[in-house]
């Protein structure tokens, strides 16, 4: 079946450092690819998404490319802040019409 | 703009007891989906219905029950609560056959259950 995979966390980093978070995915087809951000106590937020091998998503900063070779979706951040700490998930949107969600990586972004 | 609206925000449930969540899509949204996410746990696909048919079902219990309405609002049916069921309840929705799959969620319910 279709699954998502992602870098176990918590990840730290220091503020301005670069950031990857991987993700790699399983699925028949072509699925779209998307990164959801969730900050503390709240809800799921589109930070970006890829509907086809090769599209680069990108917003605020955050960028990931739909690598179908490689079946990967991997997020990055040239200089991350404080304020990116977060938990991030890779999910991805199967033909039966539902979100599949990897486990989360939680960010934490020190001064 | 409109987005997705839950309410309550926050519920507290005794044991055995039933709770009822609701869900009001955005405007002209026709699918709306159901995810629990326990405590550092990703969110956990429930159930699916587009055009108030019921469209996929995940790991729902049979205590849970859920149906869409001809305003096209969702409502999560939670019977015979367990401690277990405490959990951010997320209701999602989206326009199935815009050519954009993107799914837009509310805040969601927090439940506890004591």
């Known amino acids: 079946g279709n699954s998502v995979t992602q870098m176990e966390g918590p990840v730290t980093l220091s503020e301005e450092a670069f950031l990857t978070i991987n993700c790699t995915y399983t699925?028949?087809?072509?699925?779209?690819l998307f990164w959801y951000v969730q900050y503390p106590g709240e809800g799921l937020q589109l930070l970006l998404k890829a509907t086809k091998a090769d599209d680069k998503g990108s917003n605020k900063g955050f960028e990931a490319t739909y690598r179908k070779e490689t079946t990967s979706f991997h997020l990055e951040k040239g200089s991350v802040q404080v304020s990116d700490s977060a938990v991030y998930f890779c999910a991805l949107y199967n033909q039966g019409g539902k979100l599949i969600f990897g486990q989360g990586t939680e960010l934490s972004v020190k001064p | 703009a409109a987005g997705v609206i839950q309410s309550p925000r926050h519920l507290i449930k005794e044991k055995r007891e039933t709770a009822t969540l609701k869900c009001y899509p955005i405007?002209?949204?026709?699918?709306v989906y159901w995810y629990q996410q326990g405590p550092g746990q990703d969110p956990q696909f429930l159930i699916s219905?587009?055009?108030?048919?019921?469209?996929d079902k995940g790991s729902i219990p049979d205590r849970f029950s859920a149906q869409q309405f001809s305003d096209y609002h969702s409502e999560l049916n939670m019977s015979s609560l367990e401690l277990g069921d405490s959990a951010l309840y997320f209701c999602?929705?989206?326009?199935?056959?815009?050519?954009?799959?993107?799914?837009?969620f509310g805040q969601g319910t927090r439940l506890t259950v004591v």
């Open positions: 699925a028949t087809g072509y699925p779209s």
């Open positions: 999602a929705s989206s326009l199935r056959y815009s050519g954009d799959t993107e799914a837009f």
């Open positions: 405007p002209r949204h026709d699918t």
């Open positions: 219905f587009y055009e108030k048919m019921q469209s």
